[in-house]
Protein backbone atom coordinates (compact mmCIF):
# COMPACT_ATOMS: atom_id res chain seq x y z
CA UNK A 1 0.00 0.00 0.00
CA UNK A 2 1.14 3.40 -0.92
CA UNK A 3 0.13 6.34 1.08
CA UNK A 4 -0.87 9.60 -1.10
CA UNK A 5 -1.58 12.97 0.77
CA UNK A 6 -3.73 15.42 0.36
CA UNK A 7 -2.97 19.48 0.66
CA UNK A 8 -5.03 19.28 3.89
CA UNK A 9 -3.82 18.02 7.24
CA UNK A 10 -5.43 15.20 8.28
CA UNK A 11 -7.37 13.70 5.43
CA UNK A 12 -5.24 10.72 3.27
CA UNK A 13 -5.35 8.53 0.34
CA UNK A 14 -4.07 4.76 0.42
CA UNK A 15 -3.31 3.05 -3.25
CA UNK A 16 -3.04 -0.48 -2.24
CA UNK A 17 -1.23 -3.39 -4.31
CA UNK A 18 -3.76 -4.67 -6.82
CA UNK A 19 -2.97 -8.80 -8.23
CA UNK A 20 -5.43 -8.95 -10.75
CA UNK A 21 -5.26 -11.96 -13.81
CA UNK A 22 -7.87 -13.39 -15.66
CA UNK A 23 -10.29 -14.34 -13.57
CA UNK A 24 -10.37 -10.69 -11.88
CA UNK A 25 -8.26 -8.62 -8.84
CA UNK A 26 -7.45 -9.14 -5.16
CA UNK A 27 -6.60 -6.30 -2.60
CA UNK A 28 -6.14 -5.98 0.60
CA UNK A 29 -7.96 -2.92 1.57
CA UNK A 30 -6.98 -2.75 5.44
CA UNK A 31 -4.33 -4.20 7.76
CA UNK A 32 -3.87 -2.39 10.87
CA UNK A 33 0.01 -2.99 10.79
CA UNK A 34 0.32 -1.69 7.23
CA UNK A 35 -1.94 1.40 8.32
CA UNK A 36 0.58 1.85 11.68
CA UNK A 37 3.32 1.52 9.16
CA UNK A 38 2.05 4.33 6.72
CA UNK A 39 1.50 6.64 9.70
CA UNK A 40 -2.36 5.81 9.84
CA UNK A 41 -2.97 5.64 13.74
CA UNK A 42 -7.17 5.12 12.89
CA UNK A 43 -8.02 1.83 13.76
CA UNK A 44 -11.27 1.11 12.71
CA UNK A 45 -13.77 -0.80 14.89
CA UNK A 46 -16.93 -0.60 12.81
CA UNK A 47 -18.16 -1.07 9.17
CA UNK A 48 -21.03 0.34 7.31
CA UNK A 49 -22.37 -0.62 3.59
CA UNK A 50 -24.16 2.04 1.77
CA UNK A 51 -25.76 1.73 -1.77
CA UNK A 52 -26.55 5.26 -3.96
CA UNK A 53 -28.22 5.89 -6.93
CA UNK A 54 -26.87 7.99 -9.61
CA UNK A 55 -27.07 11.45 -8.72
CA UNK A 56 -27.55 11.03 -4.97
CA UNK A 57 -25.56 13.43 -2.47
CA UNK A 58 -24.42 11.53 0.55
CA UNK A 59 -22.25 12.25 3.52
CA UNK A 60 -21.57 15.16 5.21
CA UNK A 61 -20.26 14.12 8.30
CA UNK A 62 -19.38 16.35 11.13
CA UNK A 63 -18.37 15.49 14.52
CA UNK A 64 -16.76 16.72 17.56
CA UNK A 65 -15.02 14.95 20.16
CA UNK A 66 -15.46 12.22 22.07
CA UNK A 67 -18.14 11.63 19.19
CA UNK A 68 -15.87 12.09 16.37
CA UNK A 69 -14.95 8.72 13.88
CA UNK A 70 -12.23 8.61 11.34
CA UNK A 71 -14.11 7.51 8.16
CA UNK A 72 -12.47 4.68 5.62
CA UNK A 73 -14.26 5.34 2.60
CA UNK A 74 -14.36 2.89 -0.51
CA UNK A 75 -15.90 1.54 -3.35
CA UNK A 76 -16.75 -1.46 -4.38
CA UNK A 77 -18.75 -0.70 -7.66
CA UNK A 78 -18.39 2.53 -10.16
CA UNK A 79 -17.02 5.38 -8.92
CA UNK A 80 -17.66 8.60 -6.82
CA UNK A 81 -16.59 12.32 -6.32
CA UNK A 82 -14.95 12.40 -2.54
CA UNK A 83 -14.62 15.63 -0.96
CA UNK A 84 -13.39 16.79 2.56
CA UNK A 85 -13.65 20.15 3.78
CA UNK A 86 -11.63 21.83 7.14
CA UNK A 87 -13.99 23.01 8.98
CA UNK A 88 -11.79 23.35 12.10
CA UNK A 89 -11.67 27.06 13.15
CA UNK A 90 -8.11 26.92 14.39
CA UNK A 91 -6.48 25.18 11.45
CA UNK A 92 -4.19 27.07 9.20
CA UNK A 93 -6.29 25.15 6.33
CA UNK A 94 -9.68 26.34 7.56
CA UNK A 95 -12.95 26.48 4.63
CA UNK A 96 -10.46 24.90 2.31
CA UNK A 97 -11.26 21.85 0.47
CA UNK A 98 -9.48 18.63 -1.28
CA UNK A 99 -11.52 16.32 -3.55
CA UNK A 100 -10.93 13.12 -5.69
CA UNK A 101 -12.77 10.15 -7.68
CA UNK A 102 -12.57 7.18 -5.86
CA UNK A 103 -13.61 4.28 -7.96
CA UNK A 104 -13.72 0.46 -8.07
CA UNK A 105 -11.39 0.39 -10.97
CA UNK A 106 -8.58 1.94 -8.70
CA UNK A 107 -9.05 0.02 -5.53
CA UNK A 108 -7.70 3.90 -3.74
CA UNK A 109 -9.33 4.70 -0.66
CA UNK A 110 -9.99 7.63 1.62
CA UNK A 111 -9.10 8.28 5.08
CA UNK A 112 -9.79 10.74 7.50
CA UNK A 113 -11.38 12.53 10.75
CA UNK A 114 -12.11 15.59 8.87
CA UNK A 115 -13.04 13.70 5.29
CA UNK A 116 -16.52 13.20 4.29
Known sequence: MERLETRLEGPVLVRPVIHGDHRGFFHESYRREVYAELGIPEEFVQDNHSRSGHGVLRGMHFQVPPAAQAK????LRGRIYDVAVDVRRNSPTYGKFVSTELSAESGRTSI???WS
Do not use: H, P, R
Open 72 to 75: LIAV
Open 112 to 114: GDI
